[in-house]
């Protein structure tokens, strides 16, 4: 003990505390009734690896144990019983409770850490019988376990995944059916009672039965035994003779309940044939008692009894091969019903205790319980799904079937009723009482059916609204979606006609539902009062009726009409519209004048076309005398649109097939009209001519062309803004190359000349290379001419003490020095202005190819030792510096070389200029400077 004590650790007492928890024992007390074991094999096995997956633990009373284990046990009665543990040692007679873990998984042992998960507990209570505990674990555990589960591992990949669990759910339910019937079985038997005081073995011989007849005591004795066998036999024949009403049994449950009582009627007789019950019949023969009578009489019915039941059971086995489609979840087997009704009558013919209205009508009642039962488990699938969970389609094809199959049950029946009254008339009319409750409960069934498919129907014609696109409708969803919730949450089982409170929640419902409906309807009124345009009306109102909503319908007649008053108002209003625009119609943006002007009759067409296409094909109000006045006034105004449509069009033909030669036009002049009129026709779908067909083919063609010859004028325009105002002239000549390139195309090329694609490059190129020369002439300016200008400007020509005051002598001395050194600065400046101002008249005159005399060519501009900054004289001095030579040349030269050198000059003269005006800025900025220190 003492060992086995040492082994209990946690995982020992994780088991001890669940066995306390459940059976309301304190811990010690279960620690010490487990030592009691002889051994800790079982426990030892189950926490292992590779062990045992049940630890199964009995406890009920039994002996107690004896000094082996390890203890002594006080206070035991002389019965020297006690409550105990049997662990994984199944008692003689298990009458407890069998408390068991089971774990799935035995590739690793069991952890403290892991235990709760790893692990699992039941209990099996057999303290009502071993049958009923197994039935109520499978029934009240396992089942609402596997109809609750939705992994099914690898099934659930199957296709008839849903057909097999509902197999695997009927045959548990089958297996339950079973051992309810074993259970009666059992507990059922009629066991005569015993008598203890009296030793029925001496009574075997003829003179010890004699010798009790001749004792009137022995004889009351026995005759008390006698009466009380017969009151037990009686109780059983009355029972037989009281009609069951079993509320959901079904045909197969009559067959047990025969074989049930057959075998209860037999084992009575079996006892009253045995040999107490027969001493105590010789006894009282010999005796001659008054209740032999009384107790033949008995014998002869329980024996009548006996042989009701076996032929009962002999005929209804009949019954087990023809009922069996009633027993699986397919209601599809309307084409068994006729065998199943043969069956029965068969029966009724031939049996000769089951042909009584009080024997077939509960048979007949059976046989729709069964139907029903099964409809209900095919609407529910095995009850693994809830009505309200499923597809509408599928429940409401569902729920067809069933109510088809009941149906034809009861055709069947009656079918064969009138059979049998014409066959044995008014002799045998067993089947007249039978007909009334059995459609009692089928007809309530399928009026249960029906008012689910009612809601269904419901759902189906609201759940539109929630879908739906109209402005504020959606409140209404949200209200009926709180009806509905208030069904769907309901806890019974609607498909049980025992639950009445559907009935009461139905009538619920449909008055929230016609309420919601008074709702809606005044919500398309208001919807429908202020009507803006009979198109957005008609818009609005196919809207409403895209709900498919029944209740919608009267409003629908009433806003049809209200819109046609509109209409007609529309009509007018287009009347008067045309007769103001018709000669200069509003034309929308890019649209050419003949197109746009189709194209503005067309709109009007379709303002009064859509409405009265609707009236045409969605309502008769069209063949009242308001509707027949308004199409007359359609008509009117729809000839005259279309009139001023085809008086145009063919004005538009006749005028492009006049056009000979439309691609002749230089690419410059492009036609106006031809090629956007034309595209616009054939979108209107209007015939267009063979001319403007060319054309339209061209379009991607003439794109293109249209395209380069924008981005040529475009970048021509931007080299010539780019182009300085003081460079214009010295350049002129190449921007004098530009234009004649593109002069071309104002006068020789077409939209269908050859020669295209050579302009384009010759063009390219040309524009191309003026904007590399002008890129080169303006980094050259701005880097060494503007940017040393500016820093003239900024110069400072007077030095200022850097603080208090100073006298005008010393401020003389001190800039005497700083003026001469910023002069000589200045005159550096103005020397690499001149240079850079030579190095453009170089780089123009390289890329004009203008070749100057050598004199002229170094002398045009003031030698370098003679540049000064007295530039008020820098146009004089360089006029007198230009030898004669030069000038006597100049008359030799063509006029070319005499332009350029006066645009050279006059280049000059403008950077001389600017050179003056930096000097002006540095002269001012050093007043400024002098006036702020005075």
Partial sequence: RERRRKKIDALYKYIFEILSVRLGLDLPTVEEMILDAPSFEAFDSFFAKGGSKALKIFYQEGDAPGIECGRTIAGLGEENKMMQFYVDDTPDTFVGLCLFFVRCRNDSPINMKTIHEDIFFGVLDATEGLLRGVKKMIGKVFLPAILATNNWGTLNQAKQVTKEKQIFVEKINKYLSFLEGAILSIEGTVELKKVDDINFSKLQSFERITAAANNPDMVHQLEEVLMMWYKQIEQVLMENKLTREEVDSDPLSELEYWKFMSAKFNFIIEQIQGPNCKAVINVLNVGHSKLLRMWQDLEARITDAANESKDNVKYLRTLEKVCQPLYSYDVVMTR???NLINAIRMIHNVSRYYNTSERMTPLFIKVTNQMITTCRAHITDGGLSCIWEQETSTVTEKIKDCIFLLKEYQ??????KNEILESLGERRNTFEGSEMHINRKSEAFCRRLEKIT????????????SLSTIEGIDAMAVKFNKIYQSVQKKKYDILDLRKRDFDVDFVAFMTKIQGLEMQIQAFMRTCFE???SSQHALQLL???????MPCLQEETVHTIG??????????????????????????PRNMPPVAGKILWARQLFRRINEPISYFHKKSDILASPEGKAVVQLYNRIAYVLVEFEIIYHHAWMKEMSQLQHPLQATVFVRHPETGNETKCMIKLGLEIPEQAKKIVKLENNLKSIKTHLEDLIQSYEELCQETPNYFANIMAPKMQKMEAVLRQGLTMLTWSSVSLESFFQEADQVLYMYRQFLKK????????????LEEISNTLLIVLPADGPTEVENMLTCNEAYTEERAELLNQKSMRIEDAVQELISVFEKHYEIKLSKEA??????????????FEKIEEERENNIPSSLQSDNNKDSDKEDEFKKKCKELVAYFSHQLLESLQKATQLSLDSLKKRI
Avoid: M, W
């Avoid at 819109?563 to 200069?584: F, N, P, R, S």
């Avoid at 060519?857 to 007295?870: D, F, G, R, T, Y």
């Fill in 336 to 338: 068994g019903i006729p």
């Fill in 857 to 870: 060519s170094e002398k045009h501009v003031l030698p370098v030792q003679e540049k000064h900054i007295a």
């Fill in 562 to 587: 209200c819109i046609l008053q509109h209409y007609v108002g529309e009509l007018e209003a287009t009347k008067k519209l045309y007769e103001i625009q018709k000669d200069a119609p509003p034309l």
């Fill in 777 to 788: 002439v303006n980094d050259l300016s701005e880097v060494k001419i503007d940017l040393i």
């Fill in 411 to 416: 055709k069947c029946f009656q079918e064969a």
């Fill in 454 to 465: 009612e809601i269904i129907t419901v759902v189906e014609t609201f759940s539109a609204l």
């Fill in 542 to 548: 196919q809207r409403f009726q895209n709900l498919r």
């Fill in 530 to 532: 202020r009507i803006l």
